[in-house]
């Protein structure tokens, strides 16, 4: 039997381009969810276990790690009430000096447990999914902590990538919680858990962020350039910081308004310049550029049906889209058939991808689709 290669993991809880969530110093567009945990905590109803709910990319695993902060800042005697300061508190904020925070910025906090995917069975690279193992982890974490006294704070990250042995031995532990323990649950698709887990924990719901927060946002993370149409951002990333720092690594304003270029003759098509985009996505290193692709003909497809009921999404995401998309879908019936398509395309592209078929031809394939839609 082969040894496992010692292979660094990257880690699968940060967006690349952007800070880990542990070291973001502040949450933007999120006062609403924070002000229901700091009313919960500061009335003696403190939830041992919180599903923190929203879109992916728009805070959830930095306002985990922003309770996990106050939590311990204000980390009380045994058997001593919440002080006057924390139950009267209307921030998460805390020191950045604070001992506690230092030791968190550094992965060193022993009140802390991140539970995460690790590595696959080889030690090659990370495993798809959180396996029991892992939760084992966590269990002995528990089991040693409990000697230290002092509140612990369990990090899930995320809940949806739990496999069902996994999930299940969790739900074991939300079921009979360890004393002085806050489970921290980051889920991005909710209704996908196991229902005895979510029965288990109260709901922090997130918001896709404002144009001005996601400004702010990327600001403090060092990620946005200030020539960066912020707008057409906020618009083509849902409202997602994580999104928002994807498309800005990977170029995708500048890729979707050259798609809306394409696109701009419908149903006429101009087979050169589709040809051309189609084989920026080919060959093993544009990987990312075609999953980038893939996701920029979904949202165009889902801004184009929805078109056809609220009017064109404002503010554009791309010059002279409001016209394109107007002229595509001018009423509620062109927008069922663009939803139609949506559904349909986006099943043809997991396929795709499944088997591997050849980017290039993916992606010529949906937007002739696309162009047979228009007419």
């Not at 409990?146 to 509140?151: L, N, Q, W």
């Not at 107007?326 to 795709?352: F, I, N, Q, T, V």
Request: charged share 25%.
């Amino acid at each position: 039997m082969k040894a496992a290669k010692n292979t660094e993991m990257p880690d699968p809880t940060r967006v690349e381009g952007a800070p880990h969530p542990r070291d973001t110093l502040r949450l933007y567009g999120q006062s609403r969810a924070e002000a229901d945990f700091l009313h919960a905590y500061g009335t003696g109803r403190l939830h041992h276990a919180w599903l923190l709910t929203g879109p992916r990319g728009v805070g959830k695993a930095t306002l985990a790690w922003q309770i996990a902060k106050f939590l311990l800042a204000h980390n009380e005697d045994d058997g001593a009430l919440p002080d006057h300061r924390a139950a009267s508190a209307r921030s998460l904020a805390t020191d950045p000096e604070a001992p506690a925070n230092r030791r968190i910025h550094a992965g060193s906090e022993p009140a802390v447990f991140e539970l995460k995917r690790g590595a696959n069975a080889t030690g090659t690279g990370l495993s798809r999914d959180i396996r029991v193992d892992e939760v084992r982890k966590l269990k002995s974490f528990l089991h040693l902590s409990a000697a230290e006294g002092g509140r612990r704070v369990v990090i899930i990250d995320s809940a949806d990538d739990l496999n069902i042995q996994a999930a299940n031995a969790l739900l074991k532990l939300l079921e009979e919680p360890p004393e002085r323990v806050t489970f921290l649950l980051v889920a991005h698709q909710p209704a996908q858990l196991l229902p005895t887990i979510r029965s288990r924990c109260r709901e922090l719901r997130l918001a896709s962020l404002l144009p001005e927060d996601m400004a702010q946002a990327l600001g403090a993370a060092e990620a946005l350039e200030p020539e960066v149409d912020t707008l057409a951002l906020a618009a083509l990333s849902a409202g997602s910081v994580g999104e928002a720092v994807r498309l800005l690594n990977l170029d995708g304003l500048d890729t979707y308004a050259k798609l809306v270029g394409v696109l701009a003759g419908l149903p006429r098509l101009d087979r050169p310049k589709v040809l051309a985009l189609a084989d920026t996505v080919s060959g093993k290193q544009n990987e990312t550029k075609f999953d980038l692709m893939l996701d920029l003909l979904d949202v165009f497809m889902a801004r184009t049906a929805r078109a056809g009921v609220t009017g064109p999404p404002l503010p554009e995401a791309a010059p002279n889209e409001a016209q394109l998309l107007s002229r595509l879908s001018p009423d509620p019936l062109a927008a069922m058939k663009w939803a139609a398509l949506h559904h349909e395309l986006g099943a043809r592209a997991r396929h795709g991808r499944s088997v591997n078929l050849d980017p290039a031809a993916l992606v010529l394939d949906m937007v002739l689709s696309m162009t047979s839609a228009a007419r």
